[in-house]
């Protein structure tokens, strides 16, 4: 939490204690990608108060400091995920297209492909992201058709 408090000192924002409890619920659950409802949804069943737009504010806000990764995996909601040095470039998503469940995974795969494509193009590459669309299994033993 303190190199979080650093970040927005840093950007001369206060952690507020709202800010801090809207954090504290991706550090509580950092192998999930939450959703600005999902993560209202968790505070409401630990009975806090913080509203929906709040939520959404301070998302953006965590964006914003490089505290957390906002991702796009095409349901039509923006989901969040925490940043840690260690997990910088570091990994990608498998999506599931029935249930909409996020897995990651650590290869990566395609450092070889960006220098080529950075030497090639004599473009500067600073990140990339791979998602894979498909069906997890689960919702493959639930639908014998996949």
């Given at each position: ?24 619920t991706f550090l509580d659950h950092q192998d999930e990608h939450l959703s600005a409802e999902e993560v209202h949804s968790i505070l409401r069943q ?101």
């Amino acid at each position: 939490m303190d190199d979080f408090r650093k970040k927005f000192r840093q950007g001369q924002y206060k952690l507020t204690s709202q800010r801090q409890i809207v954090l504290q619920t991706f550090l509580d659950h950092q192998d999930e990608h939450l959703s600005a409802e999902e993560v209202h949804s968790i505070l409401r069943q630990k009975s806090n108060e913080i509203g929906l737009a709040t939520v959404y504010r301070t998302l953006e806000l965590l964006s914003e400091l490089g505290v957390l990764q906002k991702m796009d995996f095409g349901d039509g909601r923006s989901r969040y995920e925490v940043i840690s040095d260690a997990d910088m470039h570091q990994h990608h998503h498998l999506i599931c297209l029935t249930c909409g469940k996020v897995r990651e995974f650590e290869d990566d795969l395609l450092d070889n492909l960006e220098t080529a494509i950075a030497r090639k193009s004599n473009f500067m590459i600073t990140d990339h992201q791979l998602k894979f669309y498909g069906y997890c299994q689960e919702c493959q033993a639930a639908n014998k058709k996949l």
